[in-house]
């Protein structure tokens, strides 16, 4: 079955610092979502990427779908203290026996240190 | 203003026994789902439903059940044989199933503990 990967895992950064995660999927996707959860809440979406090699930007932050349509990042500019929390990106397999379901990667957890 | 309200927001549960999480959700959305978080695993699917009456099972359906009985509402039990309940529970909605569904929206979640 399809799979979602997201890199790293965990990240600590100074805030003022820039910070990136990553999603690679095994198959290729028809669309990706992005979303953050804040520590202690639920997951709140963000954005939706569907074209190859989409861009979009949100103030601060920057996503990015890859041209084949099988990876995808979320770049934060300057970080703040209220971008703490895990962001988990999402994508729908164009095919197989995926197809429709949202697979969620494991998420990064980013924390910002004053 | 539309939402989602999952309840209890905390519950704690006896071994062997079968609970019920509670999700209403008052966005007319068509397509609602129950994931599981535990750490570092991000999300996985429970249980889907499409529309009233149809539910279709997820990537760990065992030892859980649901109903969908009115398009609000789509409870999930956790029966006894779920083996490790432990966890944070998510019910979410979207407009549609599959790629044309946009973002989802999530309830804020009910945290189950075996005790």
């Known amino acids: 079955g399809q799979q979602v990967m997201q890199i790293p895992q965990y990240q600590h950064v100074q805030e003022g610092e820039d910070f990136t995660t990553y999603c690679n999927s095994s198959?290729?996707?028809?669309?990706i979502q992005w979303y953050k959860q804040r520590p202690g809440g639920h997951p709140v979406f963000l954005i939706q990427l569907v074209k190859s090699g989409e861009v979009k930007k949100q103030k601060r932050l920057t996503f990015q779908f890859g041209e084949a349509k099988k990876n995808s990042s979320l770049h934060i500019t300057a970080t703040q203290t209220t971008d703490v929390g895990t962001y988990f990106c999402a994508g729908y397999s164009i095919g197989g026996t995926s197809y429709g379901k949202l697979t969620f990667g494991q998420g990064t957890i980013l924390t910002v240190h004053p | 203003d539309g939402g989602i309200t999952q309840s209890p927001k905390y519950l704690f549960r006896k071994e062997g026994q079968n609970v019920t999480l509670s999700c209403e959700q008052n966005l007319n959305h068509d397509a609602m789902y129950w994931y599981r978080q535990d750490p570092g695993q991000g999300l996985r699917l429970i249980y889907y439903?499409?529309?009233?009456?149809?539910?279709q099972k997820g990537d760990i359906a065992e030892g859980y059940s649901v109903s969908r009985e009115k398009k609000e509402s789509f409870p999930l039990t956790v029966t006894s044989a779920q083996k490790n309940p432990t966890a944070f529970y998510l019910c979410a909605s979207s407009i549609l199933r599959g790629p044309d569904s946009y973002g989802y929206t999530f309830g804020s979640g009910t945290r189950l503990t075996v005790v």
């Open positions: 439903s499409q529309i009233v009456n149809d539910f």
């Open positions: 198959t290729t996707l028809s669309n």
